[in-house]
């Protein structure tokens, strides 16, 4: 009997010391698990876009700009490549669904200011993809909290939630601004004489923070550069400036864009501190061209900014893009880029497939980021009809190259050698090359059924 007993305590002992292992081992494969898919969601690059708002093709330095101080930006330049022929619509609305849709705007754009929530955004494919998504600066899609989440971002800080006509009504963009952060406006004790820009950085700079160790987005909409023009928080006059939307001073421009590079460099500057250079792609844009009262030095000639215009000055606009140990240093871009192209180019970065979101009308510049041909656009086309509350509905059609540009009217301009578009090329007095430039033109325009 005692023999038996002890035979019983025996095996019950190696049990427990066998059931102690197996859970040992089970903890040991779960972890290991756990470990590899951290280690393999830290491989997926970060992806920030930053979108300045009204800064045309001639304000960076890099560019060729003489009359303001980007150093930020053309540092950016130089670690990374730099596009020469980006184009956007004449307006931001338009300009960011194409964006964030990678679509023309035939195809969901209705109303200024108005995302209907049925579509899907880069945000949208990222977030699926795992990422964790931030959303800063000027929405301008309205919807508030609802809508931002709906498009795919978890976190935000933005200005103008909802639809407002006219946007002045919200108040300042800048000095005492009113934000709405992640479900509701700030309390305005907080927000009093604090300058927009400075809260939207210092909530992307603190969402880096608390997303280091997993792969994010972050599509940071500046505020700056867009009217009302005014003193920055690096401006002696800051302090005791009277905000009025309805108020601007175009001398303070200058300082805007500084103030704005001055922000840039800020968020360069976290990503090196928090040791996520190497495995970050940070892209830097401008929505449409510069306002059109804002005069420029541009490779020693002085251009008028050409906001809302078609013609060149209105929809020619900076890229720049740095991924180090991806995008080799200095490289400068010819290829033909349009705003539906980030989603798929997005989506090459993630190294993830192009969503099935409907109709998508991007092509790819991903390959061209990592030095390769690849297939870029020969053509880009243009659906301009801005909806805007003033009443801005007059419909413009257009397809261009890097040098000719044919509107769905007729008219066909060598805008490369004519940049105002004052002079129409007429039938008769083409080329065998430039007519089957306008053929090939012409094919894109009839493609794009309205």
């Given at each position: 009997?005692?023999?038996?007993?002890?035979?019983?305590?025996?095996?019950?002992?190696?049990?427990?010391?066998?059931?102690?292992?197996?859970?040992?081992?089970?903890?040991?494969?779960?972890?290991?698990?756990?470990?590899?898919?951290?280690?393999?969601?830290?491989?997926?690059?970060?992806?920030?876009?930053?979108?300045?708002?009204?800064?045309?093709?001639?304000?960076?330095?890099?560019?060729?700009?003489?009359?303001?101080?980007?150093?930020?930006i053309d540092k950016l330049a130089q670690d990374g490549m730099r596009f020469t022929q980006c184009r956007s619509?004449?307006?931001?609305?338009?300009?960011?669904?194409?964006?964030?849709?990678?679509?023309?705007?035939?195809?969901?754009?209705?109303?200024?200011?108005?995302?209907?929530?049925?579509?899907?955004?880069?945000?949208?494919?990222?977030?699926?993809?795992?990422?964790?998504?931030?959303?800063?600066?000027?929405?301008?899609?309205?919807?508030?909290?609802?809508?931002?989440?709906?498009?795919?971002?978890?976190?935000?800080?933005?200005?103008?939630?909802?639809?407002?006509?006219?946007?002045?009504?919200?108040?300042?963009?800048?000095?005492?601004?009113?934000?709405?952060?992640?479900?509701?406006?700030?309390?305005?004790?907080?927000?009093?004489?604090?300058?927009?820009?400075?809260?939207?950085?210092?909530?992307?700079?603190?969402?880096?923070?608390?997303?280091?160790?997993?792969?994010?987005?972050?599509?940071?909409?500046?505020?700056?550069?867009?009217?009302?023009?005014?003193?920055?928080?690096?401006?002696?006059?800051?302090?005791?400036?009277?905000?009025?939307?309805?108020?601007?001073?175009?001398?303070?421009?200058?300082?805007?864009?500084?103030?704005?590079?001055?922000?840039?460099?800020?968020?360069?500057?976290?990503?090196?501190?928090?040791?996520?250079?190497?495995?970050?792609?940070?892209?830097?844009?401008?929505?449409?061209?510069?306002?059109?009262?804002?005069?420029?030095?541009?490779?020693?000639?002085?251009?008028?900014?050409?906001?809302?215009?078609?013609?060149?000055?209105?929809?020619?606009?900076?890229?720049?893009?740095?991924?180090?140990?991806?995008?080799?240093?200095?490289?400068?871009?010819?290829?033909?880029?349009?705003?539906?192209?980030?989603?798929?180019?997005?989506?090459?970065?993630?190294?993830?497939?192009?969503?099935?979101?409907?109709?998508?009308?991007?092509?790819?510049?991903?390959?061209?980021?990592?030095?390769?041909?690849?297939?870029?656009?020969?053509?880009?086309?243009?659906?301009?009809?801005?909806?805007?509350?003033?009443?801005?509905?007059?419909?413009?059609?257009?397809?261009?190259?890097?040098?000719?540009?044919?509107?769905?009217?007729?008219?066909?301009?060598?805008?490369?050698?004519?940049?105002?578009?004052?002079?129409?090329?007429?039938?008769?007095?083409?080329?065998?090359?430039?007519?089957?430039?306008?053929?090939?033109?012409?094919?894109?325009?009839?493609?794009?059924?309205?």
């Amino acid at each position: 009997m005692k023999r038996n007993s002890l035979i019983t305590a025996a095996t019950a002992i190696l049990l427990v010391i066998f059931f102690e292992n197996c859970k040992k081992d089970f903890e040991t494969t779960v972890n290991t698990g756990i470990e590899k898919n951290d280690a393999l969601a830290r491989t997926k690059p970060n992806i920030i876009f930053i979108v300045g708002d009204d800064i045309g093709y001639e304000i960076p330095t890099i560019d060729g700009g003489k009359s303001y101080s980007t150093p930020n930006i053309d540092k950016l330049a130089q670690d990374g490549m730099r596009f020469t022929q980006c184009r956007s619509a004449a307006l931001c609305s338009p300009s960011r669904f194409m964006l964030l849709t990678g679509k023309y705007n035939f195809r969901n754009y209705s109303i200024w200011g108005i995302m209907d929530t049925s579509q899907r955004t880069i945000g949208n494919m990222l977030k699926d993809a795992g990422y964790a998504t931030c959303y800063a600066g000027k929405w301008q899609l309205d919807g508030g909290d609802a809508s931002i989440r709906k498009f795919g971002f978890d976190r935000y800080s933005v200005w103008l939630p909802f639809k407002i006509c006219p946007e002045e009504a919200e108040g300042s963009r800048y000095k005492s601004a009113k934000m709405y952060q992640d479900g509701g406006y700030l309390p305005q004790e907080f927000t009093d004489n604090k300058y927009s820009e400075d809260m939207l950085s210092d909530y992307v700079l603190n969402f880096m923070d608390s997303n280091k160790t997993k792969p994010f987005f972050i599509y940071y909409a500046m505020i700056l550069c867009h009217k009302a023009f005014s003193p920055t928080p690096d401006d002696p006059e800051y302090a005791s400036w009277v905000t009025d939307p309805f108020v601007s001073d175009t001398a303070y421009f200058p300082s805007m864009v500084k103030y704005m590079d001055k922000k840039i460099g800020m968020i360069v500057d976290k990503i090196k501190s928090l040791g996520l250079d190497d495995n970050t792609a940070i892209f830097y844009i401008g929505d449409n061209g510069t306002p059109k009262y804002i005069t420029s030095l541009f490779k020693n000639k002085s251009i008028p900014g050409g906001k809302g215009s078609t013609i060149d000055y209105g929809i020619h606009v900076p890229l720049i893009c740095k991924w180090p140990g991806k995008i080799a240093p200095g490289t400068i871009n010819g290829s033909l880029i349009d705003f539906t192209d980030f989603l798929p180019t997005f989506a090459g970065v993630a190294n993830i497939s192009v969503p099935l979101y409907g109709i998508l009308d991007g092509k790819s510049f991903y390959p061209q980021l990592k030095g390769r041909i690849g297939t870029p656009r020969s053509s880009i086309f243009t659906h301009f009809n801005p909806l805007t509350c003033g009443g801005h509905d007059n419909l413009v059609r257009y397809a261009q190259d890097s040098s000719y540009k044919l509107y769905e009217t007729g008219e066909f301009y060598r805008f490369s050698k004519d940049i105002n578009e004052e002079n129409p090329l007429a039938d008769s007095a083409l080329t065998t090359k430039q007519k089957q430039v306008k053929q090939n033109l012409q094919n894109v325009l009839n493609s794009m059924h309205n």
